[in-house]
């Protein structure tokens, strides 16, 4: 073979090399293209179905919890509802029984006095057990400034509470020892349902027996006058009861509130304090 002839076969094999490894390489970069395009497909594919499973899932906890939740409160207000029927229905009974003997006017005088009249002796030391939200809250420290110095005063007052938490607050720090209960409730309950209300009222008094107890009226910021009705006609059946008028004080002195027309300023809440320490004072003459 001549020596130009080997230069030249020399020559076709290293572009035929050349054209090889390019062609090898072009297949292995489309292989690791299809692979990473596989991987990303299979992972998004994976995240889809995880997501609804985490969708389908949140659904049905979330459908349970609502369950749970609308049960709860339809168990709460069909007892709170249940109850407040039954001691009303009670007093129809008695104040019937009494206008069929011929003595319902002089005992409805009786049983009708407002935040006035006497209850007789007061069980208890003279101690004071004050429970209620978060104006409570704000109004508490203002309260023994207008208290005699030897009054026991107890607080458990808790922001947000409705009236049902309100009274498992009470049962929590109810004491013999105490006189005067302030069932400071009402601005968390639900309006639609003022007998919620009632029936907390009544347990507190079934439970208190010969006890003074402070009732305030409530300004929620909207419509309280089913709550107010409420506590009006608790007042009115339990002689002796106070009731410290705090949404009447709302209404003649506006500018003691803060800009949710719910909470007061610290002057609102000096003034509220005096009106239940006030009403405390009055049942304390009681005893």
Known sequence: MS???LIALVAVLIVLSGVGGYALAASRSDSVEDAVAAGNEAAAAEFAAARE??????????????????????????IAEGSFAGRRA???????????????????????AVGAGSIGALEG????????????????????KYLDEDVELEVNAVGGASSIGIFEQFQESYDPAQSVIVFDAGTNDDPAYPQILASQLERVSDIVGNRCMVVPTIN????????????GSFVATRPGTQSPDWAGLVQDSPQIMSSDGIHALPEGYDRRAELIADAINTCLSFG
């Open 3 to 5: 020596r130009t002839l």
């Open 53 to 78: 499973e985490a969708a389908e899932q949140g659904e049905a906890d979330g459908e349970r919890e609502g369950a749970r939740a609308g049960h709860n409160r339809g168990e709460a207000l069909g």
């Open 90 to 112: 009670a007093k129809d009974a008695f104040r019937e029984t009494l206008l069929t003997v011929g003595v319902r006017s002089e005992t409805e005088r009786e049983i009708g």
């Open 125 to 144: 030391s003279g101690d004071v057990l004050v429970v209620g939200d978060s104006l409570e809250v704000g109004t508490s420290p203002y309260l023994a």
């Open 220 to 231: 929620d910021g909207t419509d309280a006058r089913g709550k107010n009705q409420a506590v």
